[in-house]
């Protein structure tokens, strides 16, 4: 994990530790970058880079100012506006973009922010183009060869320019409602776009779909964004459902890139309950290629379970959609997710898509002429306990020959019928310890007896 590039792009409290002048900085570097790329493979003209932005107050700031850095340095940007993160990639690997940037923290609170780089390919952008631009930021870059201490200015003629490109936007809502194999007509659909980067586009889709739409989390205001809104607050969405007599209801996180669901009943169907389900319905119809669901190493062992019982394979990544994303490619899976509601659908998208997901679970509530919650029939979550323990050293916590005999004993207790999971966090002093099992009563039991130990050697 790099200095300002974390897992998920260049993250933090916008005009604390993410700046206007780090976005100019960004801006100024990609399109040095790529337009040197291009006149190295003997291309004329600009590089040309879309961006997105969700609806903080703060993506206008950051978005003017790698729009500044970009043409300053002779790329031409091209504005998407308020938009999905998913959008942004699906315009990069539709519209030969050199590269593409959202603006979005997420499910981040409305005073956060980040900076997501795109290649062109519609993928996250890889580490070693990640490492370039923070040594760019901390003033050592070493490209093409040699070092810069500064960047040439675009002079004249070679200056680049904004581009209006609501157009690409449009593009994608259409892709999506060209997705479609049923007619939602009838049917009563709630959305949650978390006052975020779907609060307009996800209407659109359902209404050429012909479902009756209800809305909430649609009324952005720069300051609302998951805000008691979306995938982070799935309750509020359970409520809604429930009030409204609705079929279903799904609800996005701020830029879209995530989408859980509520069943008619009003319970929660999570990223791993969505995984069953669409893994299922590519199974029966011979499409699940290697017939593998990719997940990370949280999902739940009731999934596990109830694709042994189905024949389903399956592989376990690290937490975090781009490593799922990478084994997918790498691996020729169709289908992978995490339990937050990241679903990779590879044939049709080269990152988690919300609204997408929303669609499938449409498909096969429609093809199958089942309700959400019988879709849900043979898979039984399993409870699970997590708790996060602050520690002085992470590493050495848990290479602790006490604390693995401690985890090897509740292993042993559960046996094949729960599991224990340790792991250090990536981003701070914590080590968390996840128990899963048919009883609560036990999972709570076990995680005690690990911390207890972590405790008592005294890395608190």
Known sequence: ???????????????????????????????????????????????????????????????????????????????????????????????????????????????????????SFGEKMDERFIQLIEDYLDGHLEAFGKAWKELPLAKRDQIGRSVDHVAGRNRYIGYLIGLGMYSFKGLKIGLDCANGAAWNIAKNVFDAMGAKTYLIGAAPDGYNINENAGSTHIAVMQQFVLENGLDV?????????????VDEKGNVITGDHILYIYGKYMKERGKLVGNTVVTTVMSNFGLYKAFDSLGIGYAKTAVGDKYVYEYMMANGCRLGGEQSGHIIFSKYASTGDGILTSLKMMEVMLAKKKTLSQLCEGFAFYPQVLKNVIVTDKAQAQADPDVQAAVAAAAARLGDSGRILVRESGTEPKIRVMVEARDGAICEELVDSVVEVIRKKGYV
């Open 249 to 261: 209801g799904f609800s996005y996180d701020g830029d879209a890139d995530r989408c859980l669901c």
């Open 1 to 119: 994990m790099g200095k300002y590039f974390g897992t998920d792009g260049f993250r933090g409290e916008a005009n604390v530790n993410l700046t206007a002048d780090h976005a100019f900085q960004v801006g100024r570097f990609i399109g040095w970058y790529y337009t040197q790329l291009k006149r190295r493979n003997g291309q004329d003209g600009p590089a040309r880079v879309v961006i997105g932005k969700d609806t903080r107050r703060s993506s206008y700031m950051l978005e003017y100012s790698l729009v500044g850095g970009l043409t300053a340095s002779g790329a031409d940007a091209y504005l998407l506006h308020v938009t999905t993160t998913p959008s942004v990639a699906f315009v990069c690997r539709t519209e030969d973009f050199d590269c593409g940037i959202m603006i979005s923290a997420s499910h981040n609170p409305y005073y956060d922010n980040g900076i997501k780089l795109i290649n």
